[in-house]
């Protein structure tokens, strides 16, 4: 199915998240006794010894609300006795920068908007409200006590309702991945062609038009073994002879961002090239496999087995998959989670919550560190992100506990493609609906 952005406009989905969300955190002041909630958008950072700023990382809680992520020291309200959030601008003179960020058309309407330009006038704004309200921000800007100030009883009852998204926050993640892919697109050619790590996330840059500080996390861009380094951010500037690239980047859209991974081989004919598109297809059936209260501890189960399935098809392992299983061989090969979700932030909060008060969803004991562990709602946002890597320092530890369960000539073949990971979201619909966004948007 398309639901790709036409009619209703992206302005008139923010009116509906706008309504949605307030409705959704009025529901929060009455469970937990507080009047409103005053979200920060953050304050820039200077670094150690220096009059220079760390790039501008707007609150992930302000960015569930408000588009803006490069205007600091703005508030949003939300009180329990108004039905329109209003929203506090910071308009201090300014010289030394360029003209603060406005909404997108078509997006003040829905909001209360008061400019101010210092802290005391923004507080004689907000009144007499300082003992029912809570801040949500990393500085107390407010000077409110403490226990009003990020308290985890409202932190967490704003991480469960996260979890489904909104129309206009699933349109948002859909544009951004469109925005995302003939970025990739450039970043294949550029590969290629023989670019070099640099000149590949230049050019995926170039395609998306956008700086490197408004992307939603740093690019991940590997050639060769460097693929098997999970988050390979510092980019070679030299081109070496291209066996294998794997590039992990997304863009972002009113704060909302795309996550995707893809991996290429140089040589189409080549071994590597079909292990990729057996993991492909691997990952393909990963992401049918989704559904509403489905756990996600299951699917890391699912994928761990296929994963296993492929290197023994690929001669890599000597055992049976519910060796490779039962004895962890597979964690060396697969060492992370088959997804997170996805949000105001990249790893969206909100996915080990049992329900809003906080509780967990115990871990498992096989997979105690999983990023995602509760299960599946509707409109939820997962990543679906398998892969399979030959790590040189977690192969040399299997050397010596389980030398036995690998043919280590085949090891040493693999090392220098690096390793795989495919990656796309996928929104869980409340109609049982899966749409892989990413694949929609390759198409
Ligand atoms: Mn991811």
């Given at each position: 199915m398309n639901r790709l952005l036409k009619d209703p406009t992206i302005a008139d989905l923010f009116q509906q998240h706008i309504e949605e969300k307030r409705c959704r955190f009025h529901n929060i002041l009455k469970t937990t006794g507080w009047d409103e909630i005053v979200i920060g958008s953050g304050s820039g950072k200077v670094q150690f010894q220096d009059d220079m700023a760390y790039p501008f990382k707007v609150n992930p809680y302000f960015r569930e609300w408000m588009?803006?992520?490069?205007?600091?020291?703005c508030f949003l309200r939300i009180q329990s006795n108004t039905d329109k959030p209003t929203l506090y601008l910071n308009c201090a003179e300014d010289i030394w920068h360029t003209a603060p960020q406005g909404l997108p058309e078509g997006f003040s309407e829905h909001l209360e908007i008061i400019e101010y330009a210092s802290i005391d006038g923004l507080k004689k704004h907000l009144g007499k409200t300082q003992d029912k309200a809570v801040l949500i921000n990393e500085t107390n800007d407010l000077d409110i006590s403490d226990a009003q100030w990020n308290p985890d009883q409202v932190l967490n009852a704003i991480d469960f309702q996260r979890r489904s998204k909104t129309p206009y926050e699933q349109a948002c993640v859909r544009q951004a991945t469109q925005l995302a892919v003939p970025a990739h697109r450039a970043a294949e050619q550029a590969f290629m062609a023989g670019a070099s790590e640099l000149e590949i996330a230049s050019a995926y840059l170039t395609a998306c038009k956008c700086s490197e500080n408004e992307m939603p996390y740093a690019i991940i861009a590997g050639i060769n073994q460097n693929a098997a380094v999970l988050h390979h951010h510092q980019l070679n500037n030299k081109a070496v002879k291209p066996r294998s690239f794997l590039i992990d980047a997304g863009v972002q859209f009113n704060n909302y961002a795309s996550d995707i991974t893809r991996t290429y081989a140089f040589?189409?004919?080549?071994d590597f090239s079909a292990m990729i598109s057996t993991l492909d297809s691997a990952q393909q059936q990963l992401v049918s496999y989704g559904s509403i209260g489905k756990s996600p501890m299951d699917l890391q189960v699912l994928a761990q087995q296929k994963i296993a399935q492929i290197l023994i098809d690929f001669n890599v392992l000597k055992v049976s998959v519910e060796q490779a299983l039962e004895q962890k061989i597979i964690n060396t090969f697969f060492p992370h989670g088959l997804g997170h979700h996805l949000g105001?932030?990249?790893?969206?909060?909100?996915?080990?919550?049992?329900n809003p008060a906080g509780d967990l969803v115990s871990a498992s004991e096989k997979y105690p560190s999983l990023r995602a562990s509760a299960p599946m709602v509707a409109n939820q946002i997962h990543t679906v992100e398998p892969g399979i890597y030959f790590i040189p320092s977690l192969l040399d530890k299997l050397r010596s506990?389980?030398?036995?369960?690998?043919?280590w000539s085949e090891i040493n073949h693999w090392i220098p493609f690096g390793g795989i990971r495919i990656e796309d979201n996928i929104i869980l619909h409340s109609d049982g609906d899966l749409e892989n966004i990413t694949r929609l948007a390759f198409q």
């Amino acid at each position: 199915m398309n639901r790709l952005l036409k009619d209703p406009t992206i302005a008139d989905l923010f009116q509906q998240h706008i309504e949605e969300k307030r409705c959704r955190f009025h529901n929060i002041l009455k469970t937990t006794g507080w009047d409103e909630i005053v979200i920060g958008s953050g304050s820039g950072k200077v670094q150690f010894q220096d009059d220079m700023a760390y790039p501008f990382k707007v609150n992930p809680y302000f960015r569930e609300w408000m588009p803006l992520d490069k205007r600091s020291k703005c508030f949003l309200r939300i009180q329990s006795n108004t039905d329109k959030p209003t929203l506090y601008l910071n308009c201090a003179e300014d010289i030394w920068h360029t003209a603060p960020q406005g909404l997108p058309e078509g997006f003040s309407e829905h909001l209360e908007i008061i400019e101010y330009a210092s802290i005391d006038g923004l507080k004689k704004h907000l009144g007499k409200t300082q003992d029912k309200a809570v801040l949500i921000n990393e500085t107390n800007d407010l000077d409110i006590s403490d226990a009003q100030w990020n308290p985890d009883q409202v932190l967490n009852a704003i991480d469960f309702q996260r979890r489904s998204k909104t129309p206009y926050e699933q349109a948002c993640v859909r544009q951004a991945t469109q925005l995302a892919v003939p970025a990739h697109r450039a970043a294949e050619q550029a590969f290629m062609a023989g670019a070099s790590e640099l000149e590949i996330a230049s050019a995926y840059l170039t395609a998306c038009k956008c700086s490197e500080n408004e992307m939603p996390y740093a690019i991940i861009a590997g050639i060769n073994q460097n693929a098997a380094v999970l988050h390979h951010h510092q980019l070679n500037n030299k081109a070496v002879k291209p066996r294998s690239f794997l590039i992990d980047a997304g863009v972002q859209f009113n704060n909302y961002a795309s996550d995707i991974t893809r991996t290429y081989a140089f040589d189409k004919g080549s071994d590597f090239s079909a292990m990729i598109s057996t993991l492909d297809s691997a990952q393909q059936q990963l992401v049918s496999y989704g559904s509403i209260g489905k756990s996600p501890m299951d699917l890391q189960v699912l994928a761990q087995q296929k994963i296993a399935q492929i290197l023994i098809d690929f001669n890599v392992l000597k055992v049976s998959v519910e060796q490779a299983l039962e004895q962890k061989i597979i964690n060396t090969f697969f060492p992370h989670g088959l997804g997170h979700h996805l949000g105001c932030n990249v790893h969206d909060k909100g996915s080990r919550l049992a329900n809003p008060a906080g509780d967990l969803v115990s871990a498992s004991e096989k997979y105690p560190s999983l990023r995602a562990s509760a299960p599946m709602v509707a409109n939820q946002i997962h990543t679906v992100e398998p892969g399979i890597y030959f790590i040189p320092s977690l192969l040399d530890k299997l050397r010596s506990d389980q030398s036995e369960a690998v043919n280590w000539s085949e090891i040493n073949h693999w090392i220098p493609f690096g390793g795989i990971r495919i990656e796309d979201n996928i929104i869980l619909h409340s109609d049982g609906d899966l749409e892989n966004i990413t694949r929609l948007a390759f198409q």
